[in-house]
């Protein structure tokens, strides 16, 4: 029996969303904009310690920038639920226009002053806190339903490709012009992806007007009161947490162990292969329960983990850590797809941003934590500490009935019911 275009299109066989004028526009964009937040860690790096040579600004500056983004994620998704999330993504980019461009003209000036880049840095963390929780709206309101696996999975290979590209992209702008223009180039690339944003076409679910904190509330509500959704939240974070223990510890062992500077290239270039193949995978294949496999998916970042702490050969910590990063690159989509299905247009950006919240405060626990469990005994203690517990964590949540019970395509009220808003 012969099908109408319309009738695919429902199945998810419809034509990529890359060929609707509004998604392509936004998908343009958000690659700049991508791309331009991969330049900045290579970037900011060099040009602090060129600038101080102290590693104690560099901490600084990355607080700056970090502390903001975190504190301030919620109101973000309540600023995005409640206006338009173009317009929050817009402004974002349009005040990291300011603040990239000032520090480009800042370190080519001829004495750079730390604070300069410091207040800037904060300011662009601000913007990261307005933009993020944007991200998953603007998908939901340029692609139709069917299509948002494939369109999440083509941000997230987009994502990946720029974290791969971006520090080698930094690496010889810095070589060839100097950081200050790399700044300068990061702050034009912003440009072009606000002037993008303004041509497209977002359509937006407004949010009931209340208070702030009531908006808060409401967010919250809507994590708490869906069991599949915070207990994937906690393995997420517990994920996030060894992540930072690995990020931490895995390059002492590999320069110092397993054969130098080289070897960590390798397995940060793998990962980051992984990560492409796994968002890849993400809009080819479609599950009844994705979010079940892909939260066990995750555990597979014992693997990598074991391996380090074991001094295991170098050819198996790359493969491992390749195969976790993919499994990374597999959930990111899925999870994306998981939450614009279940959860209401007008309290998405708001869920989104206490996502973000829980995933960007744990990491940095792991970074503290690591050098004093490996000072105490040994890096090999926290690394396997770190891996048994990814591995319970994401095993768990991936068998528990509300996990298992969310099927993809469901409406929201068949997975568990949507809660009012907070009232009084």
């Known amino acids: 029996m012969s099908t109408t275009p319309d009738e695919n299109a429902k199945r998810g066989t419809g034509p990529h969303p890359l060929r609707l004028r509004d998604f392509r526009l936004l998908f343009i964009g958000r690659t700049l904009s991508a791309l331009s937040e991969a330049l900045v860690p290579a970037a900011l790096a060099i040009a602090v310690v060129l600038t101080t040579g102290s590693a104690t600004a560099m901490g600084i500056t990355l607080a700056c920038a970090t502390v903001p983004r975190v504190a301030l994620m919620p109101l973000g998704g309540v600023l995005a639920d409640r206006f338009q999330a173009r317009r929050m993504a817009m402004s974002a980019d349009l005040l990291r226009v300011f603040t990239q461009i000032f520090v480009g003209i800042e370190l080519l000036s001829t004495s750079p002053v730390l604070w300069h880049i410091c207040v800037s840095q904060f300011l662009y963390g601000v913007a990261s806190a307005f933009s993020m929780p944007a991200r998953s709206p603007l998908v939901v309101g340029t692609v139709p339903e069917w299509a948002r696996q ?43 992806s606000a002037g993008l944003l303004a041509i497209t076409t977002v359509r937006h679910v407004p949010a009931p007007p209340q208070t702030i904190r009531k908006d808060l509330a409401t967010g919250w509500h809507e994590v708490a009161g869906r069991r599949w959704l915070w207990t994937s939240l906690v393995a997420h974070s517990v994920w996030n947490f060894c992540a930072g223990i690995l990020m931490t510890l895995g390059p002492v062992i590999a320069i110092l162990h397993l054969g130098g500077e080289s070897t960590w290239i390798w397995i940060l270039q793998t990962g980051g292969i992984g990560l492409l193949a796994g968002s890849l995978l993400a809009s080819r294949i479609r599950m009844r329960r994705t979010v079940m ?14 391996l380090l702490a074991a001094h295991a050969p170098v050819a198996l910590i790359i493969a491992g850590y390749g195969v976790a990063q993919a499994a990374l690159g597999f959930l990111n989509p899925t999870w994306d797809t998981a939450l614009q299905e279940h959860v209401p247009a007008d309290r998405l950006a708001r869920v989104d941003s206490y996502d973000w919240l829980f995933s960007l405060a744990a990491q940095p626990l792991g970074y503290a934590v690591a050098p004093l469990l490996a000072a105490w005994w040994s890096p090999s203690v926290p690394l396997t500490g770190a891996a048994v517990l990814v591995l319970v964590v994401c095993l768990v949540a991936g068998t528990t009935p509300s996990v298992r019970g969310l099927i993809s395509g469901a409406p929201a009220e068949e997975s568990e019911p949507t809660p009012d808003a907070v009232s009084g």
Do not use: E
């Open 293 to 306: 496999w892909a939260n066990l998916a995750l555990a597979t970042y014992a693997i990598p983990l074991l």
């Open 150 to 192: 494939r369109a999440n999975a083509a941000m997230g290979f987009t994502k990946g490709a720029a974290w791969v590209l971006g520090p080698a992209l930094a690496g010889s702008l810095i070589y060839l012009v100097g950081s200050g223009w790399v700044f300068v180039v990061d702050g034009m690339a912003f440009a072009i």
